[in-house]
């Protein structure tokens, strides 16, 4: 018989932080609205360790998704597993693997930083000498206003507790739905970077957002859902790749009146008599090409810059221009 020994059995990690399979949720007729098909059998995998984004127009399904995902909507059909728990067979654990940040700011005014988070550790079950009350509230930057009453704070400030309310119980999952909604550039920006040191740290990351630009330069993966179905979901590299369409800027010696005939076939701009626009599909085309003919023509180029496809297009082109001349997508 062999001796007892006093090692742990290594728990091994979910490849995935959160899986959907066949998710549907569907709301009951109300008055003379029929039921509504929030979310149409949801396929869904998010990678442990990501910094994944949540995309869709008004109406497309996010919110209905993560409410499920925090145990605040019942699912109608499929299944919901956050770090290998499902939600509806294991509530209780699949909750204690996540922290949500919601929309909306739900705090007590009367309440300081410190005491919200404390009562919130506690409400997990977190042992008074693991809570890490200081350590977060120096982490979002309001060290120094541990103790001033919430009503004092900032919009700004008042995100940032959020998402330190989220990690008091340190989850490995981390729900962000529209953190930075309504925040200035300057706090966005170092909410942006605090999001990453979690992430690094190891902390999964859903982020739902409507700035398109947030979900560029943030997030690793992104997934666009309309109409309560996923329409992509790939890693941005690849997602950007879909639109084969880039813009080759020339800044010219001298004054044109019209693009020169050596570019015909292509798709010329001419803004300025000095500034020639060429659109072209890399995949067909090339941008030498394009510097030879007008090399052949003798005009002469003082500077070239490259306009690039970027989340915008994929996203119009994925929704069916489901946003708002500010590229900014409505929240669901």
């Known amino acids: 018989m062999a001796a007892p020994t006093d090692t742990p059995t290594p728990v091994s990690l979910p490849a995935n932080a959160v899986e959907l399979r066949g998710l549907t ?18 396929d869904l995998a998010i990678p442990r360790g990501s910094l994944f984004g949540l995309l869709g127009p008004n109406g497309a399904g996010k919110s209905t998704m993560i409410n499920i995902l925090a145990g605040l909507v019942n699912k109608t059909g499929g299944t919901a597993t956050i770090w290998g728990h499902e939600v509806s067979e294991h509530p209780r654990r699949a909750r204690a693997s996540i922290g949500v ?8 005014p ?7 988070l404390e009562l919130q550790a506690g409400l997990y079950g977190v042992p008074k ?4 009350t200081d350590e977060l509230l120096e982490a979002v930057g309001l060290a120094d206003k541990a103790d001033a009453h919430a009503r004092s704070l900032s ?5 940032r507790l959020m998402v330190a309310k989220a990690m008091v119980h340190t989850p490995p999952v981390l729900i962000l739905d529209e953190p930075t909604a309504g925040v200035d550039v300057e706090l966005r920006r170092q909410l942006w970077e605090y999001v990453r040191t979690l992430n690094k740290s190891g902390t999964t990351v859903l982020l739902t957002t409507h700035y398109l630009q947030e979900a560029e330069e943030l997030c690793d993966t992104i997934a666009i859902i309309n109409h309560g179905q996923v329409v992509a979901c790939e890693p941005k590299t690849t997602l950007l790749r879909r639109v084969d369409n880039k813009a080759l800027c020339l800044t010219l010696e001298r004054d044109l009146t019209a693009p020169p005939p050596s570019l015909e076939g ?8 000095r500034r020639l626009v060429v ?6 085309q090339r941008a030498g090409a394009i510097l030879s003919a007008l090399a052949a023509s003798g005009i002469g180029i003082v500077d070239v810059t490259t ?6 297009d994929i996203f119009l082109q994925l929704t069916g221009g489901a946003h708002s001349d500010t590229g900014v997508i409505h929240a669901a």
């Not at 949720?25 to 949801?42: D, E, R, S, V």
């Not at 940040?101 to 007590?108: H, K, R």
């Not at 659109?279 to 067909?284: G, I, L, M, N």
């Open 307 to 312: 306009e690039e496809s970027d989340l915008e």
């Open 155 to 159: 919009g700004g400030m008042k995100r």
């Open 129 to 132: 000498k693991e809570r890490r």
């Open 279 to 284: 659109r072209y599909q890399p995949s067909r």
């Open 110 to 116: 009367f309440f300081t930083p410190r005491e919200m």
């Open 101 to 108: 940040v919601p929309q909306e700011l739900n705090m007590d």
């Open 25 to 42: 949720k569907i709301y009951q007729p109300t008055g003379k609205a029929g039921p509504k098909h929030a979310l149409k059998g949801i």
């Open 266 to 273: 292509y798709t010329v701009e001419l803004p300025e008599p």
